[in-house]
């Protein structure tokens, strides 16, 4: 056995290294295992590096309206490989800096491959050769999740691609099909697109971004078409094969069945959690289709082991994970923490619109039986996004009529991923509309509009 740790923490995406920070700043002595990069796929083909692409798509998108801006743009080429490059160097600088997290906060990094021999002894394959087996009174299974599959479909990397495939991929595909209208699939369908290529997106539900609000999914599903970006919903995938030079895929309606075309598919229909090979069975940790179950405080069935993150299935999200983590820290340490409300975590999605959402529908709150009213202001009636030139969308906020509690927020728009969280902090303190909209807001801002939204949920909108 090695030396003894109070904590060994299994995976080091968004949720493991925030926890071993969260865990070292109390005091405890931290081990973080990781088989392949600090950052997991958030950082290194995930949140982080979409975001740079989809930063070159944004500028693009501009350049392209060059004489609505006063100016002319001529022989415009864009380099697709280029921004690929760019998005790897801002990944490498983020993962270079939690490298540098973990020195200052001295966690041990041990490079490896984890599984847990018993509830206090965690036995690593080094990834340069040998083993340890470490001594820890607690373990944080934060190894996170991989893409979920399509029975009988293989993902060969090459023509048909996941979204770890599809971030490294320096040669823009001329055609594309994407499985899969939610947030994963819309940003690269908007990426791809934004760089000239033809991009159909398929879904089985009857919306893009299906588990939006529906005025949402709407306002996106309108934006899209315009850029004629086709988009097939209420549509399943029957069968996918590959060709010399692409893929064809099979898919079905309530009108029939029809033959897609292109260079490559993308599938993004979820994720799957990562919990297979970890000795999870052996030692007794309750799961549920692979789900690790959990309680609030993020604890298994097993005394001393939590899981964190896309393992346990709550929601897959980075800021999630990293939530959890520092929960997961705290309760191990025995100081003060919280309870998590997932239903009232926020939920981005950076394509053009951006969708930035939290807590239920307006259809949700009224299965549910509450009495609502709802404050819905348009981007068009803000003097920021006119000037911006970047007006398409709206703010909603839906509201409970008898107690004033704000039971979601729904915008899609410019930069709505950042202004969400005024949101989500009035509803976690208990604000109501009406202080939202008492709050004087600096004019003109965008985040207007959620005043605006706040006003109108009483019918005492100004500028509409």
Known sequence: MDQAYDVTIIGAGPGGYVAAIRAAQLGLKVALVEKEHLGGVCLNWGCIPTKALLRNAEVISLLERGKEFGFTVTGLEVDFGAAVDRSRKVSARLVKGIGALMRKNEVEVIEGTAVLRSPNAVQVTLNDGGTRTLETRNVVIATGGQARAIPGIEIDGERVLTYREAIVLRELPASAIVVGAGPIGMEFAH????????????????????????????????????????????????????????????????????VLEAERALVAIGVRPNSENLGLEQIGVQMERGNILVDASLRTNMPGIYAIGDVTGKLALAHVASAQGIVAAETIAGVETIELDYEAMPRCTYCHPQVAS?????????????????????????????????????????????????????????????????????????????????????????SEALMEAAHEVFGEAIHI
């Not at 930069?415 to 109501?432: H, I, S, Y």
């Open 191 to 258: 990426i791809w697109r934004s760089y000239g290529a033809e991009v159909t997106v398929v879904e089985m539900l009857p919306h893009a971004l299906p588990l939006e609000d529906e005025e949402i999914s709407n306002e996106v599903e309108r934006a899209f078409k315009r850029r004629k970006v086709r988009l097939l919903t209420s549509t399943r995938v029957q069968g996918l094969e590959t060709t010399a030079d692409g893929v064809r895929v099979s898919v079905a309606d309530e009108e029939g069945e029809q």
């Open 358 to 446: 939290f807590g239920i529908t307006e259809a949700q709150a009224t299965q549910r039986g509450y009495e609502i009213k709802v404050g819905k202001f348009p981007f068009l009636a803000s003097g920021k996004a006119l000037g911006l030139g970047d007006y398409s969308g709206f703010v909603k906020i839906v509201a409970d009529a008898v107690s004033g509690e704000i039971l979601g927020g729904h915008l899609v728009g410019p930069e709505v991923t950042e202004l969400l969280p005024e949101l989500v902090l009035a509803r976690d303190w208990e604000l109501t509309p009406e202080e939202i909209a008492r709050t004087v807001h600096a004019h003109p801002t965008l």
